[in-house]
């Protein structure tokens, strides 16, 4: 559907999900105060993303829905909790489908609740009055943010490179002359992480040729992991483990260049600006690559570890070279 750019809307976005996806709302977010500037913005998310958001532009206020216990009670209870402020527009921001899409908008009583609906509908699809229907080619033959944005603008056939999210950055300005490279041994993905011994061969090939600094970044519970790797690297390495998810955002904003499997961390470097060399295994490219003109990505259809060393190599030396390049030029 086409929305007013006269009249300004209040809006009421609806996601919880991971990092990654409500990173990828961020474009839409854009778009709404593109059409007007006087939109005002509300987020419904999770206590699992609510910690993001600080870190997000254009956000007037956001409110948490716990993910534990019956979501259908907690869309009850806070549906109507918020339904007072009269909200004009909900957008259910997800490419995809789902009952909660269609039953926590309708609780919430905004006059337009857009989303996508299932073909043929369930009870709960009944309940979006802007329905836009749902077909698989939407998430697998294009971005998902770019599904998310088409809620609104259907013309769109890519997301436009100003709308790409963005993050604030809160880091200390990096006054280190040697660069910074982050590299990570937790993900929860398993196929889009590489093993130690292949880590610690790449880095270690890539000191031979180029000077930095590594960084091993990982969860408290993968502690003993990244102390096994930093034994195998052979240049100076530093284990930084960051409970919070404020510190962790603070550690990607200060680096140079990151080194990751495909996950929300990859979505947060691309909104940091932070060049990336990014593997992919099981996960689509075409869906999920980080929206960011500093970002490589390689891929093997089942696990990164099948990717050649040397085809990762010279991906991360070329990146490396070029920050370097733009550093001796910012002299």
């Known amino acids: 559907m086409s929305l007013n750019n006269k009249l300004p809307n209040s809006f009421a976005i609806f996601v919880r999900s991971s990092y990654g996806d409500l990173l990828m709302t961020d ?32 956000i007037d206020s956001f409110y948490v829905i716990p993910s534990k216990g019956n979501k259908y009670l907690s869309f009850i209870a806070y549906g109507l909790k918020y339904r007072k402020y009269k909200y004009d527009i909900s957008i259910a921001a997800k490419t995809g489908i789902g009952s909660a899409n269609g039953f926590f908008p309708f609780i919430l009583g905004a006059k337009k609740r857009i989303s996508y609906a299932s073909n043929p509908k369930t009870w709960t699809d009944r309940l979006i009055n802007f329905p ?13 943010a770019l599904g998310i944005l088409q809620l609104v603008d259907k013309s769109l056939i890519k997301v436009p490179k ?10 200390s300005a990096n006054k280190d002359s040697k660069v910074k490279l982050l590299i990570s041994v937790s993900n929860n993905r398993d196929s889009c992480l590489l093993s130690n011994k292949s880590m ?13 600094d590594t960084y091993i970044s990982a969860l408290k519970s993968d502690f003993d992991k990244a102390a096994s790797l ?26 140079d260049i990151c080194f990751l499997g495909e996950g929300g961390s990859m979505h947060m470097a691309a909104g940091l600006g932070i060049p990336q060399v990014v593997l ?41 070279i070029e920050i370097n390049t733009q550093n001796k030029s910012n002299i």
């Open 132 to 144: 836009i229907p749902y077909e698989e080619t939407i998430y697998h033959s294009q971005h998902y």
């Open 230 to 255: 930093n034994k195998e690297i052979n240049q100076h390495s530093t284990i930084k483990i960051t409970p919070l998810l404020k510190d962790y955002i603070e550690l990607i904003g200060c680096m």
């Open 280 to 320: 992919f295994g099981n996960t689509s490219p075409t869906t999920w690559s980080p929206l960011s003109a500093k970002a490589t990505t390689l891929k093997d259809i089942s696990n990164v570890n099948n990717i050649p060393k040397k085809v990762i190599l010279l991906a991360l030396k070329n990146k490396l």
């Open 200 to 212: 610690a061969q790449i880095i270690n090939l890539l000191g031979k040729e180029i000077e930095f």
């Open 162 to 171: 100003h709308l790409y999210p963005k993050l604030i950055n809160k880091s």
């Open 27 to 58: 474009p839409l977010i854009k778009l709404i105060k593109s059409i007007n500037s006087k939109n005002t913005i509300t987020l419904f998310v999770d206590d699992k993303n609510s910690q993001l958001i600080e870190f997000m532009e254009h």
